[in-house]
């Protein structure tokens, strides 16, 4: 069954747990007028992974390649994303960011290069996918940057890490 056809089956007047339903089911934009402006932060991960041998050539050039530093290239691409996630998420509202910042790490046991992404906002909605997309946008220009060297590259385990502000905080814990 289609996700459309799941809809057209779903109850009518059913309250939906999902904040962007309607009460009959249907895509609407959160209502966040009656909201109160508070600071929201939130804090995403992600990590790019390469073949050992392929990691080894990257960390011994320093993240430089013939495109440049694979990390100064992402970093900027995360922070343009982050600016842009009302283009790219249909539903989310355009927010005025006050702070995103994206920090790179060399993860030797993964053979990765871990990406994390804080996103910062004083408003009536969080930035959690703002960070996400941050932390996305990021993993993916790392793998444009390097998949010359190898097509063998994983961008996995991109989630929320942590958000504060507005109704609920929220704190994965390993």
Do not use: W
Request: hydrophobic residues 35%.
């Amino acid at each position: 069954m289609s996700i459309d056809s799941q809809k057209n089956s779903h109850q009518k007047n059913t309250p939906s747990a999902l904040s962007h339903l309607d009460s009959n089911g249907d895509i609407t934009m959160v209502d966040v007028s009656g909201k109160t402006a508070t600071t929201r932060e939130a804090t995403a991960v992600g990590q790019v992974r390469f073949p050992s041998e392929i990691y080894q050539q990257i960390k011994a050039a320093d993240g430089m390649t013939k495109k440049g530093s694979i990390t100064q290239t992402a970093h900027i691409a995360g922070i343009m994303a982050a600016k842009r996630t009302h283009d790219l998420i249909p539903l989310c509202h355009p927010l005025p960011l006050d702070k995103i910042g994206l920090t790179f790490d060399y993860n030797d046991a993964l053979n990765s290069i871990s990406v994390s992404a804080v996103v910062k906002v004083t408003h009536k909605t969080g930035v959690e996918m703002e960070a996400l997309t941050a932390v996305s946008v990021a993993c993916l220009t790392i793998y444009d940057m390097t998949k010359a060297l190898s097509h063998d590259i994983v961008i996995d385990d991109i989630h929320l890490i942590k958000k504060t502000g507005g109704k609920s905080d929220y704190k994965n814990t390993p």
